[in-house]
Each structure stands twice: as structure tokens, then as C-alpha cells.
């Protein structure tokens, strides 16, 4: 079956414009999170949907948001974009959602690498 | 707050030697364990989870230990080979979140 997608893979920016980057899970999954990727920081929890609810959020400022749709993709925007911005981001899908006695195993996509200018 | 420790180094092993990464962990106690291979430019790629109370588990050339006194869990790549030169990431879950450790980068040599 298809992996999990993310569009675009590459997209280059300048400070102060927004973006948006989907991603479509692989099918049945109804959990998706999202990550940034930075050399210093490594990978850090943005958020998670499931059933179009944000169940968990990381500690990223405001200007980061999400949102999942009826049929379990999902869509991220960063506004205002700031230097530091520049990333992979990475979105992985689940069968699970985050929290339940369950083990919740990530399927990622490839990522989209933000570079903002 | 909860941390993952992987060696930032990078490690270099010759082809056909057991490689071990480590994971360490604080303030908390996990349920389960995840490794996870990255390669460049890909999203990384689940490769084992270890429960609390599991001691070892195995897949092919991979096993991993998880010590919960310790704190601490093992990944061993036996019988290595160049193509198993990636970064390998340790991930928890911790408050409904999976988190991760910044990954250990690891070079076979031929």
C-alpha cells in the first residue's frame, strides 16, 4: 500500500511569508503527527491529529498550526516565517493515537525541507 | 524534563563487527522503547520497539536490551555491512508523545 506523502519536498521562502505543507497518510491511519528536523535540535514534536482533534501539542510558539481533515490528511502552517524556521519537517502516520496503553509505531513520510531566506 | 541521550558522535565500525549504539534516558520510565533507522534525505524508518518488560528482542542482525534500571537501552547491528551506514534514533513515549533522541550517526567500514 502507498506510504505516507508529503508535498511539496522542497520549497524555499523569505522571512515574514507563511507556508503550508500537507501530508496524506497512509490509508487507515487516522493519527498523524508532525516533526521538525534541525542538525542542532534534532526531531521535535510539533503536534498530533487524530479524528480532525489536536490531541498533543510541543512547545513551538503560536505561529506554528495545524490541521486534519474528514478524510485523515493533514495540513501544517508556519506563518511569519523566521530564519530559524528553515527545516525538514516530517510528518508520520500511526494507528494509533498517541495516548492509550497501546505502542504507537510512526510511519514517516520523506519530509518537506523549508529553507527561508 | 524528559531526555534522550544518544552519543553525537559519530561511530565508525569495520564491515563484519558488531556495532552498539546507546540510549539513555531521565526522569521517566517508558512503557516501550523504539529504534529507528534515518537515512539522508528520507524520514527515518521504525526498525524494533522493546517493551518494560522485555530484556532483549531480536530481528536478524538487529537486537536491541532495554534496562530499566539503567536507564538505559542497547542497539546491536551484528555482522555489519556498509549498506547499514545511516543515522539510527532512539524514540519513547512520553505525555502521549513520541519523542526522540538526536540520533547516533553510524559508519561502516569496507
Known amino acids: 500500500k502507498a506510504g505516507v506523502t508529503q508535498t511539496p519536498r522542497y520549497l524555499i521562502k523569505t522571512r515574514g511569508q507563511q507556508v503550508t505543507l500537507s501530508c496524506s497518510p497512509i490509508?487507515?491511519?487516522?493519527?498523524v503527527s508532525w516533526y521538525q528536523q534541525t542538525p542542532g535540535q534534532g526531531l521535535q514534536f510539533l503536534f498530533e491529529?487524530?479524528?480532525?482533534?489536536?490531541?498533543n501539542k510541543g512547545n513551538f510558539p503560536g505561529r506554528f498550526s495545524g490541521r486534519q481533515f474528514s478524510n485523515s490528511r493533514s495540513e501544517m502552517n508556519v506563518s511569519t516565517l523566521e530564519l530559524g524556521d528553515s527545516a525538514l519537517y516530517l510528518c508520520?502516520?500511526?494507528?494509533?493515537?498517541?495516548?492509550?496503553?497501546?505502542?504507537?509505531?510512526?510511519?514517516f513520510g520523506a519530509g518537506s525541507r523549508l529553507t527561508v531566506l | 524534563s524528559q531526555k534522550i541521550e544518544q552519543n553525537s558522535e559519530a561511530l565508525n565500525i569495520q564491515e563484519g563487527k558488531t556495532a552498539t549504539l546507546t540510549c539513555n534516558y531521565t526522569?521517566?520510565?517508558?512503557?516501550?522503547l523504539q529504534w529507528y533507522r534515518q537515512d539522508p534525505g528520507r524520514g527515518p524508518v521504525f526498525l524494533l520497539l522493546?517493551?518494560?518488560?522485555?530484556k532483549e528482542k531480536r530481528k536478524e542482525r538487529l537486537k536491541v536490551t532495554f534496562d530499566t534500571t539503567l536507564k538505559q537501552s542497547l542497539f546491536h547491528i551484528t555482522a555489519s555491512q556498509p549498506a547499514d551506514s545511516a543515522t539510527y534514533l532512539c524514540?519513547?513515549?512520553?505525555?502521549?508523545?513520541?519523542?526522540f533522541g538526536k540520533g547516533t550517526r553510524l559508519h561502516i567500514l569496507p
Open positions: 508520520a502516520s500511526s494507528t494509533r493515537q498517541g495516548a492509550g496503553g497501546g505502542a504507537n509505531v510512526l510511519t
Open positions: 490509508s487507515g491511519h487516522r493519527s
Open positions: 491529529y487524530f479524528s480532525e482533534t489536536q490531541r
Open positions: 526522569n521517566y520510565s517508558p512503557a516501550y
Open positions: 522493546i517493551r518494560e518488560n522485555e
Open positions: 524514540a519513547l513515549r512520553r505525555d502521549d508523545k513520541i519523542i
